[in-house]
């Protein structure tokens, strides 16, 4: 059974710092894309960021490209988002997904497997 399980989430205020982390069992993450997407009420699920399997590329929204980070541990089966800079729009519960396809990564169709998320709440 795969699951996908978020931690790190909180209250921070504006301009302040959060590492999220997502832990993965019944997957060996090095065989997949791992990527961040995230919900805010009363919006769609968008794309946050990626990264690929060897970790030598990662994609991010522009959204929060220089803000945020996206890192991977395969020995640990573990993704991390290093959230920096964050701001009050970055409100959101967000969610851990694993892709087979790089070239998909960043569609929410797309996704194989999804954690149940993390609530981040930003302070103004």
Partial sequence: QVQLV???????????SLRL???ASGINVNTYAMAWFRQAPGKQREFVAAITGT???TSYADSVKGRFTA????AKNMV????NSVKPE???????GADRRWGTVSRVDAI??????TL???SS
């Fill in 6 to 16: 978020e931690s790190g989430g909180g209250l921070v205020q504006t301009g302040g």
């Fill in 21 to 23: 982390s997502c832990a």
């Fill in 55 to 57: 970790a030598i590329t």
């Fill in 71 to 74: 890192s991977r541990d395969n």
């Fill in 80 to 83: 991390y988002l290093q959230m």
């Fill in 90 to 96: 970055d409100t959101a519960v967000y969610y851990c």
């Fill in 112 to 117: 194989d497997y999804w954690g149940k998320g």
């Fill in 120 to 122: 981040v709440t930003v």
